[in-house]
């Protein structure tokens, strides 16, 4: 697959500008916006999105990372640890890019403000957030 995204499964800047403002991808990319180290775990993701179904988080994630949008990272295998997440999601530097110059990125400090005012976290979620990422 190429890592240009204008041609990634064939679409052309316009349709991937609709493809990523898609309700739920655009949410995606927004909680991995607002996330403190902008690497957030599927199960951050899952618990950002209860209305929507934990299959459907994975699948637009997915869908997100073949237009090359977003990237899967993990954790070196002697750097996971027990209990705690070693795949992560954040933007690739061509998504980043491709936002920015569709202005897709103005929300972004805000997006960061308003996570760190949600005061009704799950434990397990807390825990996720403070869990090592990749450098």
Known sequence: MSTDLGTADGMESRELVHFVTQQT??????NILQHPDQLPSMYELEELNPSVSDATVYKHIQKLIDAGIVKEVALDDDQRRQGYPW??????????????????????ETLQQ???TIADKPEKMVKYENAPRPD
């Open 25 to 30: 991808r655009f949410a995606l990319i927004n």
């Open 87 to 108: 795949k992560f999601y954040g933007l690739t530097e061509e998504g980043r890019k491709f936002l920015e110059e569709h202005n897709l990125l103005a929300a972004e």
């Open 114 to 116: 308003i996570y760190d």
